[in-house]
Nanobody, 126 residues
Framework: QAPVVESGGGLIQPGGSLTLSCTAS????????VGWFRQAPGKEREAISC????????YYGDFVKGRSLISRDNGERTVTLQMHKLTPEDTALYYC????WGNGDCTLRGEDYNVWGRGTQVTVSS
């Protein structure tokens, strides 16, 4: 299984935006459902968004609706997550996950994904 790798995290000021990328070495993600999740210290993992490989359907967690966009880029080899209007509550380790099984539809359930990256830290602070 080719691992997935996240990039793009860092220190962001409140009110700012982030763009995170998910790639898989030697594998195009166009054929897979991909999800973005996050986990803050002492908190449970949250589902942010996902994108299907079948029809490009996208889904978002309630806490990011209206301020987030997931898309396929770079010839569809990359899945990108944009988030805007960040607050300190958005500080967390952000993970990308790939679903190698199923019909290509994505879900917001972490247990439906079998390949996870190591995460990229996002810290929102002034």
């Amino acid at each position: 299984q080719a691992p997935v790798v996240e990039s793009g995290g860092g220190l962001i000021q409140p009110g700012g935006s982030l763009t995170l990328s998910c790639t898989a070495s030697g594998v195009s993600l166009v054929h897979y459902a991909v999800g973005w999740f996050r986990q803050a210290p002492g908190k449970e993992r949250e589902a942010i968004s996902c994108i299907s490989s079948t029809d490009g359907s996208t889904y978002y967690g309630d806490f990011v609706k209206g301020r987030s966009l997931i898309s396929r880029d770079n010839g569809e080899r990359t899945v990108t997550l944009q988030m805007h209007k960040l607050t300190p509550e958005d500080t967390a380790l952000y993970y990308c996950a790939r679903r190698d099984w199923g019909n290509g539809d994505c879900t917001l359930r972490g247990e439906d994904y079998n390949v996870w990256g190591r995460g990229t830290q996002v810290t929102v602070s002034s």
